[in-house]
């Protein structure tokens, strides 16, 4: 009995990527109904099949071909390649970002510690969760420092004298100002990205890329905007370069006037009220901004 190819696909089972990857695939018309607590989920109408684990296993369920792809934040995949003990993980290649998960792997040290820069970290000691990224930030700069590594909590450190200064996962900052520290220096930025294993099957592949095509659109809808106005005829190439990321819209004519046109544009950046005002200042009028659900080329 032959069975028919599907992708697998590694997200994470619970946490900050959880939501979003879901709604990804979701908006991929990938339908999916796992029940809590489930670690494994076939999808019922596209050849794919979903493995929910531990973010940190992501980079080595990829790379040893468990699943062909995964998504798992930057920061993951390049410090469980900076360290891993088991062999390289080596067999993996960042396939596109998905633009969510952002947050940065940032410096920071008490409000009373004399910083000037990041030479004055040597010699101190500095807690993380991300050893193998902060070291080759250390080498890079010719810094030494001793490096404490802490699975969590590391923004107490400072305050139980365990170390000087952290190197921790950032996005508002709300945390640290809460345990009186100030973030100094971004070491690493990271976002949520989709991993692909290096060798995937051809027929395994075909899906694949369908799934890329898919996300790549959503992630374009996402960013654009359809935009419609009307515009003086004369006016024309004035609008037309103050459409932003737009290259070549649509000139449609209007019913009962020779001196004006519709014009339609798919707009790449998002539109500003003070794009609007600019268009209407150059001529146009009845400016229409649309989102676009779906998107494919
Ligand atoms: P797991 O149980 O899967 O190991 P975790 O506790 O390691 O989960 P989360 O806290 O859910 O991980 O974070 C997952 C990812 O979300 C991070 O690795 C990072 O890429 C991203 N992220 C975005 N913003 C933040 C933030 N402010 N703090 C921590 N991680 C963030
Ligand atoms: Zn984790």
């Given at each position: 009995?032959?069975?028919?190819?599907?992708?697998?696909?590694?997200?994470?089972?619970?946490?900050?990527?959880?939501?979003?990857?879901?709604?990804?695939?979701?908006?991929?018309?990938?339908?999916?109904?796992?029940?809590?607590?489930?670690?494994?989920?076939?999808?019922?109408?596209?050849?794919?099949?979903?493995?929910?684990?531990?973010?940190?296993?992501?980079?080595?369920?990829?790379?040893?071909?468990?699943?062909?792809?995964?998504?798992?934040?930057?920061?993951?995949?390049?410090?469980?390649?900076?360290?891993?003990?088991?062999?390289?993980?080596?067999?993996?290649?960042?396939?596109?970002?998905?633009?969510?998960?952002?947050?940065?792997?940032?410096?920071?040290?008490?409000?009373?510690?004399?910083?000037?820069?990041?030479?004055?970290?040597?010699?101190?000691?500095?807690?993380?969760?991300?050893?193998?990224?902060?070291?080759?930030?250390?080498?890079?700069?010719?810094?030494?420092?001793?490096?404490?590594?802490?699975?969590?909590?590391?923004?107490?450190?400072?305050?139980?004298?365990?170390?000087?200064a952290i190197c921790d996962l950032v996005s508002t900052g709300a945390?640290?100002?809460?345990?009186?520290?100030?973030?100094?220096?971004?070491?690493?930025?990271?976002?949520?990205?989709?991993?692909?294993?290096?060798?995937?099957?051809?027929?395994?592949?075909?899906?694949?890329?369908?799934?890329?095509?898919?996300?790549?659109?959503?992630?374009?809808?996402?960013?654009?905007?359809?935009?419609?106005?009307?515009?003086?005829?004369?006016?024309?190439?004035?609008?037309?370069?103050?459409?932003?990321?737009?290259?070549s819209p649509t000139i449609v004519p209007l019913e009962g006037t020779?001196?004006?046109?519709?014009?339609?544009?798919?707009?790449?950046?998002?539109?500003?009220?003070?794009?609007?005002?600019?268009?209407?200042?150059?001529?146009?009028?009845?400016?229409?901004?649309?989102?676009?659900?779906?998107?494919?080329?």
């Amino acid at each position: 009995m032959s069975t028919e190819p599907r992708l697998q696909i590694a997200i994470q089972k619970s946490g900050r990527l959880y939501d979003e990857s879901i709604d990804l695939l979701k908006k991929c018309g990938i339908s999916l109904t796992r029940s809590k607590d489930q670690l494994f989920c076939k999808s019922g109408n596209f050849p794919v099949d979903v493995f929910f684990v531990r973010d940190d296993d992501i980079p080595a369920f990829v790379s040893e071909g468990v699943c062909q792809i995964g998504i798992v934040g930057e920061n993951v995949l390049i410090e469980k390649q900076a360290t891993a003990q088991d062999g390289p993980l080596d067999a993996i290649d960042t396939l596109l970002p998905l633009g969510f998960g952002k947050c940065r792997l940032s410096l920071a040290v008490p409000h009373d510690f004399d910083y000037d820069g990041p030479a004055s970290l040597a010699g101190k000691t500095i807690a993380t969760s991300y050893k193998g990224i902060l070291k080759q930030y250390l080498d890079d700069q010719g810094i030494k420092a001793k490096i404490v590594t802490m699975e969590g909590a590391v923004e107490i450190a400072p305050r139980t004298g365990l170390a000087d200064a952290i190197c921790d996962l950032v996005s508002t900052g709300a945390t640290l100002a809460t345990n009186g520290l100030k973030e100094t220096d971004i070491v690493f930025e990271s976002q949520s990205v989709l991993i692909q294993n290096t060798s995937i099957d051809a027929d395994i592949q075909d899906i694949l890329d369908r799934l890329v095509l898919r996300l790549k659109g959503v992630l374009r809808s996402r960013s654009s905007k359809y935009i419609m106005l009307h515009s003086p005829v004369s006016k024309l190439d004035d609008i037309r370069d103050a459409l932003p990321g737009s290259e070549s819209p649509t000139i449609v004519p209007l019913e009962g006037t020779d001196d004006r046109v519709a014009v339609h544009a798919v707009c790449d950046e998002a539109v500003f009220w003070d794009t609007m005002e600019d268009l209407k200042a150059k001529g146009a009028s009845a400016i229409l901004v649309l989102p676009i659900e779906k998107m494919l080329d």
